[in-house]
């Protein structure tokens, strides 16, 4: 028989107190999803071709690539907040866990940086 009392019992053994704030994170970052998909989706309807040049001029308006650059960092983000909660809840192991969580991160990132390169340098074509 124990005479600690359960709150005592249980402090340092659950929540990180982070839950929530990725949960709200998560959402944030898929209302700004839908609404930048629902432009990206309308403004590639509204494009008069796909050809080449076309496309790079599209690109190379200010708004338009501002507006790609914030797309493809929330994209990266979003999914890093889901593969972190994938990582964490199946991958058992606490070193493998660790080098999984850095390493999305890293893959996050080098995505998120090489796309708005991408968008920049196609850009600056014009």
């Not at 990180?16 to 609404?35: D, M």
């Not at 308006?61 to 650059?69: A, E, F, H, M, W």
Request: hydrophobic share 55%; no cysteine.
């Amino acid at each position: 028989m124990s005479l600690r009392t359960p709150l005592s019992r249980v402090l340092g053994h659950g929540s990180a107190k982070e839950g929530t704030a990725h949960f709200v994170s998560q959402r944030i970052s898929a209302i700004a999803l839908v609404l930048l998909g629902g432009w990206f989706l309308v403004s590639m309807y509204l494009l008069e071709s796909t050809a080449y040049l076309e496309v790079v001029r599209y690109i190379g308006r200010p708004l338009n690539s501002v507006l790609l650059s914030l797309l493809s960092v929330i994209v990266a983000y979003h999914s890093y907040l889901g593969v972190q909660v994938v990582i964490e809840d199946y991958v058992h192991a606490p070193g493998l866990k660790l080098l999984a969580l850095i390493g999305s991160r890293f893959a996050h990132t080098l995505i998120a940086v090489a796309s708005v390169y991408a968008v920049i340098r196609i850009g600056l074509i014009i």
